[in-house]
């Protein structure tokens, strides 16, 4: 980045800040991840200058020649590991995606069945105040009361009670494996399309860690930069039938021109995902996930549904008399990076909430294993006591130094000058 260094220093420090910050910090926020270096330089490359609104070979703009062969690949190599009819790679982010499939067969005021925001949902599920919650008539299902997984059997009055045209599955902050089978099973008994929104478990879904969607669900979305390592974008997957109304409404429907470097960085993150360490790692991390979680359960934390069987656990602070707010500005502080989060049935408000969500796919990505695991697990006790000490603290931000120190992030980019 030394052009950068030169003509905008001022950008080019604060960039140099956030890598020394992710390189110092122990990142366990659920929904991050850290890209490999070849898809930050895919997505720093020429490509960013081109547009090419439409699809390869049925381009608006002259000069497409590679772009065509940019976005083929990334179609392809996405085909191939998701083993779907259609694809489009297009979509800008998470939400867009999930946008589009709203759009491409729902009418403004039709019923969608989704995941409760309370109980792991996403914004774009339903939130009041998000498209999906202004534009349809929203109805949520939740999980157990007494399990906080997901039952069946509830969701499926539910969906007998409102006939919805769609059900969504798939979640934020839901630790359990979703069974897309019986998802199925409901949306046929009430004539309802399925959609799930794989976000947050896209990598173990490749890998086999998780079971896949794709055979069950008329739609399928996808972020590319959470599980999958890939760079801040979305995808949807879908049956051929819908591959015409999909594409039209990502555009000319819903975007301008696609990001064709972010297009080439996901072909990078597709080919990375093809790989056996990828998948290794994906089942490393939910092998740090359940570590972690058993970890903590012996420090005396009440861990939600009682476990995991992903990368993300939930914490429930409430026999620490910690709120999640509490908690992540007391972690902020010993450089481990978290985020509060609603627990099912929380008395608390989302601003502040009962829990906390820790993943393991950052950390993972760094090389962390079980024994890792254990550690930050005793740096959580220490730190999420009522009256935790400044020393504290300090010691604890003297483990997590050693411990980021054992495993480099980005180490060519540091050893840049500065
Ligand atoms: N869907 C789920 C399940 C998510 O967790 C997220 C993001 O956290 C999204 C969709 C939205 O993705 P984006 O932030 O790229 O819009």
Redesign the pocket.
Known sequence: MQNLKKQDPILFKLIRKELERENANLELIA?ENFAPSSVLEAQGSCLTNKYAEGYPGRRWYGGCEYIDEVENLAIQRAKKIFGAEHINVQPH???TA?MAVYLSVLEFGDTVLALDLACGG?L?HGHVHNFSGRFYNIVTYGVDRRTEMLDYDAIEEIAKCCRPKMIVA???AYPRIIDFKKFRQIADKVGAYLFV?M??ICGLVIAGAHPTPVPYAEFVTT?THKTLRGP?S?IILCKKEFSDKIDKTVFPGIQGGPLMHIIAAKAVAFKLAMSQKFKADQFQTVKNALALAASLASYGFRIVSGGTDTHLLLVDLTNRRLTGRDASEILDKAKITVNKNLIPFDRLSPSVTSGIRLGTPAVTSRGMKEREMKKIAQALDILLRLGVSNNEIISVRDLVSAVTKQFPLYPELLKCKK
Do not use: K, P
Request: with cysteine.
């Open positions: 929904s982010s998470g939400s999930n996403h774009t798939g979640a934020c929104d976000a947050h972020t801040r979305g």
